[in-house]
């Protein structure tokens, strides 16, 4: 889980960005309210930047990776995204309210400043960590008592992600 006891500030957050411009950083707007609800439910906190639509944030604590670290990502234009159901990589369902759309993130260092970048499609709202606590119906679980693994294949996926923007 990202948070348990310590939700990162602001000047915390902008110093763990791996491949964003200190200018870009400066002007990253919090969500309101802040901390996010239910942040200690998340594996990851997510945003669109309330100024900047076009930019959203992934950020993953030191509970799943070696540090705090912080992601810009850049998100289709409304024009450039259609109104339909697509699978979001992460947690792997349709079900987030407004969809899921190519997320994409510059890699870090030399190679996202010469525009290499890598792409996810990722529920709008970042709820990805709610919804795979949702408790599955019956018709959905194993029939061989199988544990649910939606939550560490969720992990797995976002951490996977992330190594693949600092590589």
């Known amino acids: 889980m990202l948070v348990s006891v310590d939700i990162p500030d602001a000047?915390?957050?902008?110093?763990?960005?791996v491949n964003s411009s200190r200018?870009?950083?400066?002007?990253?707007?919090?969500p309101s309210p802040w901390p996010?609800?239910?942040?200690?439910?998340?594996?990851?906190?997510?945003?669109?930047?309330?100024?900047?639509?076009?930019?959203?944030?992934l950020v993953i604590?030191?509970?799943?990776?070696?540090?705090?670290?912080s992601i810009e990502l850049r998100v289709p234009s409304a024009t450039a995204s259609r109104k339909r159901q697509t699978m979001c990589d992460l947690c792997q369902t349709t079900e987030a309210p407004d969809g899921s759309l190519l997320m994409v993130a510059p890699r870090a260092g030399s190679r996202g400043r010469s525009g290499d970048a890598v792409g996810?499609?990722?529920?709008?709202?970042?709820a990805c960590s709610l919804r795979a606590r949702v408790p599955?119906?019956?018709?959905?679980?194993?029939?061989?008592?199988?544990?649910?693994t939606r939550v560490p294949a969720l992990v797995e996926r976002v951490t996977a992600f992330v190594d693949r923007v600092k590589a």
């Open 136 to 148: 599955l119906k019956p018709h959905q679980r194993s029939l061989t008592g199988m544990p649910d």
């Open 61 to 69: 604590g030191p509970d799943t990776v070696d540090e705090l670290t």
């Open 23 to 30: 200018s870009k950083m400066a002007s990253m707007s919090l």
């Open 36 to 57: 996010l609800p239910h942040a200690e439910d998340l594996d990851f906190l997510g945003w669109v930047d309330p100024k900047a639509p076009r930019r959203a944030y």
């Open 11 to 17: 000047a915390a957050l902008r110093r763990a960005f």
């Open 120 to 126: 996810l499609y990722m529920c709008t709202d970042f």
